[in-house]
T-cell receptor
């Protein structure tokens, strides 16, 4: 069974631009979570989606948003990029509620110049 | 509030040595899960083990073993006879289990960089 896939793997943007990252969960998994990893702050939770609904949100500004589609694929969007948004963005999928482990994708490395 | 502390930032060992990675957690919840993940240079977080708060039985899986002690809020991870391929960053994580919700939010420690030299 294929793992979590994330596209693109690498991205370079400039300040003020916006970016959309995509995540396809493991087949059959219905929940997707997003994390940001930076050297300074470590791994931080962004948000979680289940059945196209955001169920949980971390402490990030409104510039960070996401959505989930009916096929469980998810996208996250960052508007008005800042230098500090440079990070590895990791997506994780989980089978269903109250069970299972989060399985992570390879991440998207975003660099903001 | 939930918090995970991995006091060891970096550990270097020579191949075949045993190494223990420490993890201490804080939570007010009585029901929670603890995890260990491995992050090789490629960046992907690889799941290693999950333990729930009601299961203090320690586990051994090949060269890996885990020691969960609720009394000291610790969930330590030991690699026996380390190998060069074990070199990676290891993360300990905590999640809550709320009725009706997924395990949707992991609280990670800062990670321990393990380097195994040949």
């Amino acid at each position: 069974k294929a793992g979590v896939t994330q596209t693109p793997r690498y991205l370079i943007k400039t300040r003020g631009q916006q970016v959309t990252l995509s995540c396809s969960p493991i087949s059959g998994h219905r929940s997707v979570s997003w994390y940001q990893q930076t050297p300074g702050q470590g791994l931080q939770f962004l948000f979680e989606y289940f059945s196209e609904t955001q169920r949980n949100k971390g402490n990030f500004p409104g510039r960070f948003s996401g959505r989930q589609f009916s096929n469980s694929r998810s996208e996250m969007n960052v508007s008005t990029l800042e230098l500090g948004d440079s990070a590895l963005y990791l997506c994780a999928s989980t089978l269903t509620v109250n069970t299972d482990t989060q399985y992570f994708g390879p991440g998207t490395r975003l660099t903001v110049l | 509030a939930q918090k995970v502390t991995q006091a060891q930032t970096e550990i270097s060992v020579v191949e075949k040595e045993d190494v223990t990675l420490d993890c201490v957690y804080e939570t007010r919840d009585t029901t929670y899960y603890l995890f260990w993940y491995k992050q090789p240079p490629s960046g992907e977080l690889v799941f290693l083990i999950r333990r729930n708060s009601f299961d203090e039985q320690n586990e051994i899986s090949g060269r890996y073993s885990w020691n969960f002690q609720k009394s000291t809020s610790s969930f330590n991870f030991t690699i026996t006879a380390s190998q060069v391929v074990d070199s990676a960053v290891y993360f300990c994580a905590l999640s809550e289990l709320k009725r009706g919700s997924t395990l949707g939010r992991l609280y990670f420690g800062r990670g321990t960089q393990l380097t195994v030299w040949p």
